[in-house]
């Protein structure tokens, strides 16, 4: 059963392991992949600073297509390629863009949007979509966040046996 608490102060990984212990409770007996996403995605959003965006988007027909979020409406269909969802799923690999005015292709869903991270959701060595988080400011993300949240999204990919 989960319960409301209050994040540690510290350095990004002490805050990092209370989330994950958060996130493990949340999603603990919930073999539900949207159930678990959106439980997530409001877990991040509403416990770290500085994000204006925390979200999910699932792979279907070779097209990433918004799931559960929290933050302002967003873009419903990124082709895999495009953008920096779209990159990040087609590399399958984490990216952390410090400025994305000068990222190439960036999709502007969030005006407000100056940095964002973006992790590929692999399970079973099959892509099921991404994490996405925005902030409004520039250079919010870091390799501490990406630890952390890779942990969190291992937590999602766990949560669920189909
Ligand atoms: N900016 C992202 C689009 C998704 S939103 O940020 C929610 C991108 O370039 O892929």
Redesign the pocket.
Known sequence: MYESFELPQGSKPVVYAALARHAEALVEGVNDKVANAANLAALLFHSLPKIS?S?F?FLHRKQLI?GP?Q?KP??VK?ALG??????AAALRQPLLVGD?TS?P??????PD?RS?I?LPLIKNDKLLGVL?L?APIPDRFDEDDRRGLEKIAGIWIHSFTR
């Open positions: 965006w979200g988007y918004v979020f933050g967003a873009c990124i495009r953008g920096v969802c779209g990159h994305v990222f292709g960036h999709i502007y869903c969030d949007a964002e973006v996405d925005d």
